[in-house]
């Protein structure tokens, strides 16, 4: 079984950064591929960025460029480090395992974006 706990959120500029969190429970976490989703309101959640075990990464095409998710395994902890945030970027942001685990889903961290 496996825990996911989001944080790092927050309110930021547009043009800001900030770093995500997501600290999982569980011997399992290493072998999992791991990745980041957002769901802005009355919008579906959709996939930000995926790690693979191993360290190879892909992103939604939005977030290429400004986003990098990385993975410290022996800490078993997944972030994401988001720069140039946009207001279109606002939403909650969840880890999970990819494809995603309905058991893992947790309560996700809010990023707003405004001025």
């Known amino acids: 079984q496996v825990q996911l706990v989001e944080s790092g959120g927050g309110l930021v500029q547009p043009g800001g950064s900030l770093r995500l969190s997501c600290a999982a429970s569980?011997?399992?976490?290493?072998?999992?591929?791991m990745a980041w989703y957002r769901q802005a309101p009355g919008k579906e959640r959709d996939l930000v960025a995926t790690?693979?075990?191993?360290?190879?990464?892909y992103y939604a095409d939005a977030m290429k460029g400004r986003f990098t998710i990385s993975r410290d395994n022996a800490k078993n902890t997944v972030y994401l480090q988001m720069n140039s945030l946009r207001p279109e970027d606002a939403a909650v942001y969840y880890c999970?395992?990819?494809?995603?685990?309905?058991?893992?889903w947790g309560q996700g961290t809010q990023v707003t974006v405004s001025s």
């Open positions: 999970n395992a990819h494809p995603p685990q309905e058991r893992y």
């Open positions: 569980g011997s399992i976490f290493k072998s999992l591929r």
């Open positions: 790690i693979t075990q191993g360290g190879s990464t």
